[in-house]
């Protein structure tokens, strides 16, 4: 093992697995820290590689890649895992992996490695991402080989090998394991593995408490071309831009905020608290202009294969050909999803309250309790109705 890609972060225990690596090894580490919108800055990462001896280092902004090509696309979907969850991690670890290993090739590496335990999904989706990029790659998960486990050992290793964590010159640490991106912040551990214990309200960073939102309502237009945002209040915006907007907008008024036990691809349950500010926006606005542009029966199927679309997210399947063929028909069925919703936010809550389209198959003088002139035959009912009950009619007669 001459040359290893990792996945690096400038945290605590992406910094012990590049010592690790080396150690371990005896490898040249290249670094890889992807900007994909978790609200911090990524280069304090490149002095901590460079701290430990690293040539090789790449920091790069990923936000309009992550909007346009992963988080838009699902959304079109209107995917959700277990009726709750907006797949806020799952959705960006495919990205991070066709990164590794495309880095893998240029730079000539033997391997990749992540930092996800082996309790978690993580593993599983960075690797499954990684092997459908590329069938040969090796693939290092230190947490499935070291035995260091807890970050008791953890903050010892660091010590022995002088690395630098940030944390220990601070006076008080979010004691949370948080993951953030443009989509939603989650944080597990702590007393959150206590299922009945309520989150403390200083967890959350994203989003103001709903007791604490504004007063009044704040209303805003969302402008839609082919199932997509491209707009807001009428201003055009590229899909980094729009969800940057709808996390500040969101969370302003203590949108977003999510409580869940879910069940890990791994097999275990697992309690989690997500922040998604723009992706609860998008949600119910997405809905609201499909509700009035895309055929009923179209929409229903939609929907029948939503929950295989979001477990396959969920499970790591990104780039599987059974997500790939459903992702077509998904797309195909937003020819005619175009057109503008409007949305009153306040205290936590997301309400549509209009919503108007070009390709509107929504039809006033047919659906209005006043006379349609004709429009609509109420006689056609009877027949309608008796064919329905056929069958049930002669059930009855058994």
Request: charged share 30%; net charge negative.
């Amino acid at each position: 093992m001459n040359k290893v890609v990792l996945a690096y972060s400038g945290g605590l225990d992406t910094s012990i697995i590049a010592k690790w690596l080396q150690e371990t090894y005896d490898c040249e580490v290249v670094t890889f820290t992807a900007d994909i919108g978790q609200g911090e800055e990524v280069e304090p990462a490149r002095l901590k590689a460079k701290a430990m001896g690293i040539k090789e280092i790449y920091i790069e902004d990923l936000r309009e890649e992550f909007a346009r090509d992963f988080v838009f696309p699902m959304f079109r979907a209107n995917a959700i895992y277990e009726g709750e969850y907006l797949l806020g991690t799952s959705i960006a670890r495919p990205l991070i992996s066709k990164r590794l290993v495309e880095i893998a090739k240029e730079v000539g590496a033997d391997a990749i490695s992540h930092g996800a335990t082996g309790k978690g999904n993580d593993q599983v989706r960075f690797e499954l991402s990684a092997y459908a990029m590329n069938a040969e790659i090796k693939i290092i998960a230190p947490w499935r080989e070291w035995n260091l486990s807890s970050r008791e050992s953890l903050m010892q290793y660091a010590e022995e090998h002088n690395i630098e964590v940030d944390y220990k010159k601070q006076s008080k640490k979010s004691p949370y394991s948080m993951d953030a991106n443009l989509l939603h912040i989650s944080y597990e551990g702590d007393l959150l593995e206590d299922p009945w214990q309520e989150a403390e309200d200083e967890m959350w960073r994203w989003t103001v408490s709903p007791e604490e939102a504004p007063d009044r309502a704040e209303y805003i237009e969302l402008t839609y071309e082919k199932g997509d945002i491209i707009a807001i209040n009428g201003e055009s915006m590229s899909p980094a831009q729009v969800m940057e907007a709808l996390n500040k907008l969101g969370g302003a008024h203590g949108i977003g905020r999510l409580d869940i036990v879910e069940n890990r691809f791994v097999g275990m349950k697992s309690r989690g608290c997500y922040e998604t500010p723009a992706g609860t926006i998008m949600l119910r606005a997405h809905r609201a202009i499909e509700s009035l542009t895309l055929d009923r029966e179209a929409a229903h199927l939609k929907d029948e294969l939503m929950p295989k679309y979001a477990k396959l997210i969920y499970n790591g399947f990104w780039f599987a050909p059974e997500r790939e063929m459903l992702q077509a028909a998904i797309d195909a069925s937003q020819e005619n999803v175009s057109g503008v919703v409007r949305l009153k936010l306040y205290k936590g809550n997301t309400s549509v309250v209009g919503r108007k389209s070009d390709n509107s198959l929504f039809s006033e003088k047919i659906a209005t309790f006043e006379d349609d002139g004709g429009a609509y035959d109420q006689k056609d009912a009877e027949g309608f109705i008796k064919l329905n009950a056929l069958r049930l009619r002669l059930k009855s007669l058994q």
